[in-house]
């Protein structure tokens, strides 16, 4: 299918094929429909609240965020319930709290610490603040949280069990370590593990005050590779809306499956080199090589036909700067295939860090560019 007006952008930028989101996203909804329990987007990749909508398949729903500046975002457009799936920390009670009482919105906010647990509650009762936690669980991944058999859990739930404006409503885990592996069956053991860590670490809670407790897992190559989830209320992921090579490697979708790539422009040719020049570079793709590890032709990115988004045989990013894409050649035809002014398009390594250098998306629709998406950046 020729697309007629990519010519008409300014390179680089983000290109969201809407037919394919569509697909990854009702392909997860219906995985959720299967187990029982609650989808609750993490659009920490897209930013984005026409892609949360398609996320949801509805105009407004749970979602998870990593920052305040999206729980903001997300909340001025309507968004009432929010997981801020980041721990806190007291000097951002202030602004959370704000957002809550000007949107009439729950950030529902996640901890590892008596300190900060002792700290919330004093916030609370000072500014008569309600506010709802969930406590992270460390299932293997080894970033925060804690072991679902710390007593620091206990000492926690007895910490909220006092105060009647906080509301400790369950525990929160993510499997990130997922991402290490290629092993379809090392993947389904993280996942069992994650799902019986979580529900174990309730056994330490003292009276939770929501019933049934909110039990809270995610990552996208453990949701499609879970063998069930049951006891499991809700679960949290995010990039199989739009894929990356990164997932790819692993095996947990395919290249034709990947909704986001970048489109560029050939601005040089190096004959001596033996180097084709692009203007999409360190801060246009990332740095993050991440593919490498099971697909080591991935380079910075795959080079694709800008009208197919299938990759050219033999063709990556193999080096950046910070405005320059070099693609190494080894036949000089490519030089007449790519000439100066021509257009590529890259498939990432990582879609969230290279999705992060955009304000928007250009949204490619049954092979044309029908609309442009905003998205919001920072913290």
């Known amino acids: 299918m020729k697309i007629n007006n990519l010519n008409e952008l300014n390179t680089p930028c983000l290109i969201l094929d809407k037919n394919l989101l569509e697909k990854n996203c009702s392909k997860a909804r219906k995985k959720c429909d299967e187990f029982n ?6 659009v920490k990749t897209p930013k984005s609240i026409e892609v949360a909508k398609i996320a949801l398949g509805k105009d ?12 903001e975002y997300f909340a001025s457009s309507g968004f009432k319930d929010i997981t801020y799936a980041v721990c806190i920390i007291p000097a951002k009670l ?5 957002i809550q009482l000007k949107y009439n919105c729950v950030i529902r906010m996640v901890i590892d610490s008596v300190i900060v647990a002792n700290q919330i509650v004093d916030y609370s009762k000072l500014h008569s603040a309600n506010f709802e936690i969930l406590i992270e669980i460390d299932c293997g991944e080894g970033r925060s949280g804690l072991s679902y058999q710390d007593e620091k859990i206990n000492e926690i739930s007895k910490v909220f069990n006092i105060n009647h404006y906080t509301k400790l409503l369950g525990v929160l885990a993510h499997a990130g370590h997922s991402y290490s592996t290629n092993n379809k069956k090392e993947i389904i053991s993280i996942s069992n593990i ?3 860590q979580a529900i174990a670490s309730l056994k330490n809670f003292v009276n939770p005050k929501n019933n049934p407790p909110i039990i809270s897992i995610g990552s996208t190559p453990t949701m499609f590779y879970a063998e069930h ?9 995010g990039i199989y809306m739009f894929w990356d090579l990164a997932q790819t490697s692993r095996g947990i979708c395919e290249i034709d499956e990947i909704a986001l790539t970048v ?24 740095k993050d090589i991440s593919a490498n590890n099971f697909m080591p032709e991935a380079g910075y990115g795959l080079v694709c036909d800008p009208n197919t988004a299938l990759p050219y045989e033999g063709l990556n990013i193999s080096e950046v700067h910070q405005e320059h894409g070099s693609i190494n050649i080894d036949n000089t035809s490519w030089f007449d295939k790519l000439p100066i002014g021509s257009l590529v398009r890259i498939l990432p390594n990582h879609a969230c860090l290279t999705c992060a250098a955009y304000s928007n998306y250009n949204i490619l629709e049954n092979g044309i560019i029908v609309d442009n998406w905003s998205r919001t950046n920072g913290w």
Request: no cysteine; glycine share 8%; hydrophobic share 40%.
């Open 194 to 196: 994650e799902r019986e």
């Open 229 to 237: 989830l049951k006891g499991i209320t809700e679960v949290r992921a």
């Open 60 to 71: 407004v729903g749970p979602i998870t965020v990593s920052t305040l500046e999206e729980a």
């Open 263 to 286: 489109l560029s422009s050939v601005i040089g040719h190096n004959q001596k080199k033996g180097k084709i020049l692009i203007d999409a570079g360190a801060l246009a793709l990332s």
């Open 37 to 42: 329990t609650i989808l609750r987007p993490h």
């Open 94 to 98: 202030k602004r959370l709290n704000y």
